[in-house]
């Protein structure tokens, strides 16, 4: 289970924060779920949007092969902003999504996706 709590960074740097913890959970090559604390505050368009498309990207196919899910913490508010980014989360990610303004129920989530029979990796095919 891997938990990542950018809450309080800057959008850009909890960003690259997220990359680098998937990335680190990538390269130990074994399944795993995600529990992102998001940021809070009024949602809106920020800079830098184009580097977390390519850091998508370039995560996307690992976590298609390894992540059981990942569970995005994020305000009622934010959610809301966001519905159609959220709706298009596992084509976005590569691997199922949820988003919740409830840790516990994300962290259920997380587990509950890690604990399900996992699909087999492109290597394993």
């Not at 990335?23 to 809106?44: C, D, I, K, N, S």
């Not at 184009?50 to 059981?68: F, H, M, S, W, Y």
């Not at 949820?98 to 996706?113: E, I, K, N, V, Y």
């Amino acid at each position: 289970m891997v938990v990542v709590e950018v809450s309080a960074l800057d959008p850009a740097v909890g960003a690259r924060r997220i990359g680098d913890v998937l990335t680190a959970a990538l390269e130990r090559r074994e399944p795993f779920a995600a529990v992102l604390t998001m940021p809070e505050g009024r949602p809106r368009k920020l800079a830098g949007a184009g580097e977390r498309v390519r850091l998508i990207r370039t995560l996307q196919p690992g976590l298609r092969d390894r992540c059981a899910g990942l569970a995005f913490v994020v305000s009622a508010e934010a959610q809301q902003a966001h519905a159609k980014v959220i709706r298009a989360g596992a084509k976005l990610w590569g691997c199922p999504t949820t988003a919740t303004h409830d840790p516990a129920a994300a962290l259920a989530w997380a587990r509950q996706q890690l604990a399900a029979p996992a699909p087999r990796t492109e290597e394993e095919r």
